[in-house]
């Protein structure tokens, strides 16, 4: 996946509750809930590709030539498990 997907399939959610969660190659499922005290509050490309992704109380950086999927489920009281 490109970090422009990703990029697009993320920036709608800020400021959405949900839980986000991206199936990584070789990795499994790697996922983080946004909600009301832990909002999504960007997400940049940087100049070497990778995906800067910005929360209230972090941040993470990702690598998007390992994502295989990206899943939202706006439903914060239940867990979507194992959505794909």
Known sequence: ???DTISEL?????GK?????MVVHQTGQVGF???ENKKLTGV????DGLVRIERENGWAVI???GVVAVVWSGDTDHSPGQFL
């Open 17 to 21: 509750s949900g839980t986000i969660f």
């Open 44 to 47: 940049e490309i940087m100049p």
């Open 10 to 14: 993320l920036k709608p959610l800020v």
């Open 33 to 35: 809930t946004t909600a």
């Open 63 to 65: 690598d998007p030539g």
């Open 1 to 3: 996946m490109t970090g």
